[in-house]
T-cell receptor, first 114, second 115 residues
Framework: AQSVTQPDIHITVSEGASLELRCNYS??????LFWYVQSPGQGLQLLLK??????LVQGIKGFEAEFKRSQSSFNLRKPSVHWSDAAEYFC????????????FGSGTRLSIRP | GAVVSQHPSWVICKSGTSVKIECRSL??????MFWYRQFPKQSLMLMAT?????????EQGVEKDKFLINHASLTLSTLTVTSAHPEDSSFYIC???????????FGPGTRLLVL
């Protein structure tokens, strides 16, 4: 069965520091991968997605993610975080059977230290 | 583009009453809509998938008679929580996807509190 693992429940980084959020997936075929961000009490906003092609994907708000098939990973990175980046981040994998469901990881809460 | 709205954004109701939540795709036709439930500090759990004009497909463990889903048009899906109880209190989020699209676009969520 497909699954997504985000090993870090909570990460705190200083403003201006670099960020990497980890995501590992389990899926038999080439997955469709997503990163979403959720601010408190809000819905989800798509940061970026990978379907095929270049394994380094650029997203909104200065985020990028790299698909590494050999490691079954899709880690999210940002070179310099801003206080407004504090939120919950979800990695997700899409299963493209007829159901076309997205399976979410458990999320990583990002806090920013002033 | 690809904006999804939900109404209401929050609702408080008495135990035993029914509550309807609307999900609308504002600038695209949503052939498929999804309903999720999110408990505090947890991830999203898919409740059901609905295709326009068809019956919804419910995930295992989700009571279809309790959570009624209607997807009558390409821009509107509704979730009705029937005979709500306090344990139904949660954050309900919908998403929508257009024909041939791979990406789901999410609504802002509806917070339900059942007293």
């Amino acid at each position: 069965a497909q699954s997504v693992t985000q090993p870090d429940i909570h990460i705190t980084v200083s403003e201006g520091a670099s960020l990497e959020l980890r995501c590992n997936y389990s899926y038999g075929a080439t997955p469709y991968l997503f990163w979403y961000v959720q601010s408190p009490g809000q819905g989800l906003q798509l940061l970026l997605k990978y379907f095929s092609g270049d394994t380094l994907v650029q997203g909104i708000k200065g985020f990028e993610a790299e698909f590494k098939r050999s490691q079954s990973s899709f880690n999210l990175r940002k070179p310099s975080v801003h206080w407004s980046d504090a939120a919950e981040y979800f990695c997700a994998v899409a299963t493209y059977s007829s159901a076309s469901k997205i399976i979410f990881g458990s999320g990583t809460r990002l806090s920013i230290r002033p | 583009g690809a904006v999804v709205s939900q109404h209401p954004s929050w609702v408080i109701c008495k135990s035993g009453t029914s509550v309807k939540i609307e999900c609308r795709s504002l600038d695209f036709q949503a052939t498929t809509m999804f309903w999720y439930r999110q408990f505090p500090k947890q991830s999203l759990m898919l409740m059901a998938t609905s295709n326009e004009g068809s019956k919804a497909t419910y995930e295992q463990g989700v009571e279809k008679d309790k959570f009624l889903i209607n997807h009558a048009s390409l821009t509107l899906s509704t979730l009705t929580v029937t005979s709500a109880h306090p344990e139904d209190s949660s954050f309900y989020i919908c998403s929508a996807r257009g024909q041939g699209e791979e990406t789901q676009y999410f609504g802002p969520g509806t917070r339900l509190l059942v007293l």
